[in-house]
């Protein structure tokens, strides 16, 4: 199975990047890979630059990663109770080319913040909105108090009840 995972955020200290990468590290038979949005960077979407431009590379470069992936995981950040920045504009890029953005693949949507709520908002948008986009959703998790509940140091959980619950939502995928 080969599985593309990504933040949804482009901090350099992205937590969500660390939960996504300990995530994916559970399929124990599987080929993954894990994205940088940094890499993906691409120009403030709007109709007006879409009809300039055409459409970006980085976008059909995303779309076609998704599309050779059998599942997709996705570590949600919340601003300010909803999507980075940085995600939904890669998103919208990457929707003009189909609206099927996620074409069919199983997902496991995940999120985490330093507070106790673990970004359960942007978390629940997401598991909304991405079947509209032919994602499959498995499985949700959302990790509350992040620095709490993850060491660092030795790159996961450290909550049982959670790296648990992970686990088994990241079986979803097989």
């Given amino acids: ?19 996504v990468s300990y995530a994916v590290s559970l399929l124990a038979d599987a080929e993954t890979e894990v994205l940088d949005l940094n890499d993906y960077e691409m120009p403030l979407f709007s109709v007006d ?4 431009l055409g459409s970006p590379e980085k976008a059909q470069q995303l779309f076609a990663k998704i599309g050779e992936a059998d599942a997709v995981v996705v570590s949600f950040a919340e601003h300010n109770g909803s999507y980075s920045a940085a995600y ?9 080319i189909n609206q099927k953005v996620f074409q069919g693949k199983k997902m496991v949507l995940l999120s985490t913040s330093p507070g106790p709520g673990g970004a359960k908002n942007v978390l629940a948008s997401a598991a909304t909105s991405i079947p509209h986009f032919n994602g499959d959703v498995k499985a949700t998790l959302s990790v509350p108090s992040f620095y709490d509940n993850f060491d660092a140091e030795a790159g996961k959980l450290s909550d049982e009840s959670l790296d648990a619950q992970l686990a088994e939502a990241m079986a979803q995928l097989g």
């Fill in 88 to 96: 939904k504009n890669i998103f919208d890029w990457t929707s003009r």
């Fill in 1 to 19: 199975m080969k599985v593309l995972a990504f933040a949804a955020s482009n901090s350099k200290t992205s937590i969500n990047k660390q939960l």
């Fill in 49 to 52: 630059v879409e009809q300039e």
